[in-house]
């Protein structure tokens, strides 16, 4: 996550107040907020209200931003916040199951089949939304974004050590509750 | 590990990032130009911050000119004032009557100290008058005519009348008392205010110029309980 020529260019293009930069700035960064917002909360009404607030925030705010700093990881830290704060209650992880559910429906799959993949991943996002919000952001900025332990640990504020730790966690709990229905999600003859 | 491999390929595949909808720079550039379009209808915010903060500074300094020249209304010295000459002590002119003492303020200050003549308290020796020195509050010269009462030091203060006060009574002003051993009244163009300390004998320095220790004013019911006093 280094500051890159372009990219500071670019900021300081939004800190002279420059539209254009402003929408340069956002088509480059708005897949990953908004990926991290969907995969969050789950919803794709409440992922487009934390990636709108995100942006605002950040276009409010960027006048403010230290040349020297990690701007991925401040952005990082507006989107994570957001979701933090997010309290919709009605969260569901729908927007997940549709585009699961169509690559699920591959030629030569018997009905039974597609039948247990989609519960299968029912069951994964259910598992996955029940984790803590710490637990649960560290696996979708994992397996979202792929970001390393030290990259998490800088927008979490946090070290390294807590980040594995809240990691591994995650993953023990996910296997406990979703180890019945591994043998669904293998391919015959792989596991 | 083969059920660890088979979760984190899942959650890869489950988690997989996505692409933001179209419509997520409309509605942002919505709400900013809605920011916009309520910011262009407020005053610009020097606008709003200069007077106001103008205004802040100048009550401030109205605020500082009058606690420096004490033009609070008020037709008689604060404690806090009060507090300040009886910093200075000794006499610049020893006088063992009254007449003297007025006749050496009025050469050297011009002010009149309008008390009874030959009060029978002074003569029998009740009072009895130690000096008078000159004193500067805030720029206003006013005199201060040390005399004992029972073996106790009181204090008459008398200064010009202030800025900005209206009265121009030629009689004495109604007498207040305060708590903290002040006596204060008003009368032709000055203000007296005696200071006498007296646990025993707290009106004691009325004698001045009663026959006997003024117990507060009638007219003005409860002297005590004025505010301010």
């Known amino acids: 996550m280094v500051l890159e020529d372009t990219a500071r260019q670019l900021i300081e293009a939004c800190q002279r107040g420059d539209p254009e930069g402003f929408r340069a700035l956002f088509e480059k960064h708005k897949d990953m907020v908004y990926s991290v917002a969907l995969r969050y909360s789950g919803d794709a009404a409440a992922a487009q209200d934390i990636a709108q607030d995100t942006f605002l925030k950040l276009f409010s705010t960027i006048g403010s931003f230290r040349g020297d700093s990690n701007f991925e990881a401040w952005l990082y830290r507006m989107v994570v916040n957001r979701c933090f704060d ?39 996002q259910s598992v996955v939304d029940s984790l803590s919000p710490e637990q649960k952001m560290v696996v979708v900025l994992r397996y979202t974004q792929s970001l390393s332990y030290d990259e998490m640990a800088v927008i979490m504020g946090c070290s390294a050590g807590t980040i594995a730790s809240r990691l591994n966690r995650a993953h023990k709990v996910l296997e406990r509750r979703l180890s019945r229905l591994a043998g669904v999600a293998a391919p015959k003859g792989t596991k | 590990m083969a059920a660890e491999k088979w979760l984190e390929k899942e959650l890869a595949r489950q988690l997989a990032p996505v692409s933001a909808p179209e419509t997520l720079w409309d509605s942002i550039s919505g709400r900013t130009r809605g920011r916009q379009a309520v910011a262009s209808h407020r005053l610009p915010e020097r606008l709003v911050y200069w007077p106001l ?24 010295f604060t404690e806090k004032e009060v507090a300040l000459l009886e910093r200075h002590q000794g006499v610049d002119f020893r006088a063992d009557n009254f007449n003297d003492a007025r006749n050496w303020v009025k050469r ?112 003005q019911g409860s002297p005590e309980s004025q505010p301010g006093l």
């Open chain 1, 86 to 124: 997010q309290k919709r209650k009605t969260r569901r992880l729908a927007p997940l199951l549709d585009g699961i559910v169509d690559a699920l429906r591959t030629p030569g799959m018997s009905v039974l089949d597609e039948v247990l993949r989609a519960e299968l991943s029912t069951h994964v």
């Open chain 2, 108 to 219: 050297r200050a011009n002010i009149d100290i309008d008390v009874p003549q030959g009060h029978p308290a002074a003569e029998n020796g009740a009072v009895h008058v130690v000096g008078v020195r000159l004193a500067k509050l805030d720029g206003l010269p006013i005199a201060a005519v040390d005399y004992e009462v029972s073996g106790e030091t009181a204090t008459l203060y008398v200064s010009g009348k202030r800025a900005g006060l209206t009265s121009d009574d030629m009689g004495p002003s109604l007498h207040l008392h305060s708590r903290r051993g002040l006596t204060y009244w008003n009368m032709r163009n000055e203000t007296y205010t005696i200071a006498f300390h007296s646990a025993t004998n707290p009106h004691g320095a009325c004698m001045l110029c009663h026959a006997t220790p003024v117990q507060g004013d009638a007219a």
């Open chain 2, 53 to 76: 903060a103008a205004a802040i500074v100048l009550a401030a300094v109205a605020g500082f000119w009058f606690s420096r020249n004490g033009s609070s209304g008020e037709d008689r």
